[in-house]
């Protein structure tokens, strides 16, 4: 296949090379019709920039990296899709690396990532509080955190807002009959985590419901930790009525402890998941789910990444995303209340 030079783009588009040139570097000063034309005429010829020519040029690299703290998860699947979306348009070749939620791991990642000269990086760190974290976060010229903040550090963050779409599932379970409800979170170490345990307890406490510690449980963050933490939760003498899982991966491992426990959903227990996937969708039947859109996380994250590389100087943004619960068929009144039948 020939490869497209910048002459023939700028010939097809209408521009002179200049101009192309300053389109595919993100540069100002170009009327966004020309943009667009321009964008469109690269796509249809299928231009590629060479990258080996800019990085010699300009003295960058090209390449971007996520690190990701599980690989397994299917949220990040997501968000690298759009992440991609949003970078290789503007030549960035994304690169993606899996920590295993191990701060020593992903600091090795960083060093290696770093002797790599890549552009930027763009990262959900496993652990907010991990000793000399912000330091090799300064390594790179341009980084965004990936839903985590660290406290005090003027770097750009894209965050999702936790708390109001699990403050809705919370006052649905109420009004419908729950006064025990449990919740399952991530680790502690991760601000989504902290934010779902505060906004459980802090509604728990508005809403009069059962203030028992014992229904709160922090810091799994695997399926084998979901399918231990469910199992002694159901063990209680006083059990919950109704489950919230702070993550994909505690959902996994929850499903899986209710099918052998052969726990009707909604019939024997309420369930709401803190993640939107496959398994919520497909499950019968579907399951309440809080939701965020991961399109709009990668796609954010990449833009701020673009804007930092454009401008380093600029100052730090924190980008705040909505959640919003939706109620599909998994909570119903608890056992003995409202039209539920009980367990035959």
């Excluded at 348009?89 to 939620?101: F, H, K, T």
């Excluded at 390594?139 to 936790?162: G, M, N, T």
């Excluded at 084998?224 to 209680?236: F, H, N, P, Q």
Aim: glycine share 6%; proline share 5%; with cysteine.
């Amino acid at each position: 296949m020939t490869e497209v030079t910048l002459r023939e783009v700028a010939r097809q588009a209408g521009v002179s090379v200049s101009t192309v040139s300053r389109v595919l570097n993100n540069q100002p000063f170009v009327r966004s019709e020309v943009r667009e034309r321009v964008m469109l005429v690269t796509r249809e010829l299928g231009y590629r920039p060479d990258v080996a020519a800019r990085s010699m040029r300009t003295g960058t690299t090209g390449a971007v990296a996520l690190v990701v703290s599980d690989i397994s998860n299917p949220l990040f699947a997501a968000v690298a899709k759009s992440a991609d979306e949003a970078l290789s348009p503007q030549g960035y070749s994304l690169m993606i690396a899996n920590s295993s939620n191990d701060p020593k791991h992903e600091e090795e990642l960083m060093a290696a990532l770093r002797q790599r000269r890549l552009d930027g990086l763009v990262i959900a760190v496993a652990d907010e509080r991990a000793p000399g974290l912000r330091e090799r976060l300064g390594w790179f010229q341009a980084v965004v955190l990936l839903d985590r903040e660290i406290p005090s550090a003027r770097i750009d963050c894209v965050l999702s807002d936790h708390a109001t779409g699990l403050a809705d599932a919370i006052a649905h379970l109420a009004e419908i009959g729950h006064t025990r409800i449990a919740l399952i979170a991530g680790t502690t170490a991760q601000r989504g985590s902290r934010v779902r345990l505060s906004t459980f307890r802090q509604e728990v406490r508005r809403l009069g419901l059962d203030r028992d510690e014992e229904l709160c449980r922090a810091d799994e963050l695997t399926i084998d930790d979901g399918y231990r933490t469910v199992t002694e939760i159901l063990a209680m003498e006083r059990p919950p009525t109704a489950l919230i899982a702070g993550n994909n991966q505690l959902f996994a491992g929850m499903f899986a402890a209710l099918r052998d426990l052969r726990i009707s959903i909604p019939r024997d227990l309420s369930v709401v998941a803190c993640e939107d996937t496959e398994l919520t969708a497909l499950h019968n039947p579907p399951l309440d789910v809080v939701r965020r859109s991961l399109a709009q996380l990668g796609r954010e994250a990449s833009e701020l990444l673009l804007a930092r590389l454009e401008n380093p100087r600029r100052r730090a943004r924190r980008v705040v995303l909505p959640t919003t619960f939706e109620p599909r068929g998994s909570s119903a009144s608890p056992p003995g209340r409202g039209s539920v039948k009980a367990r035959p």
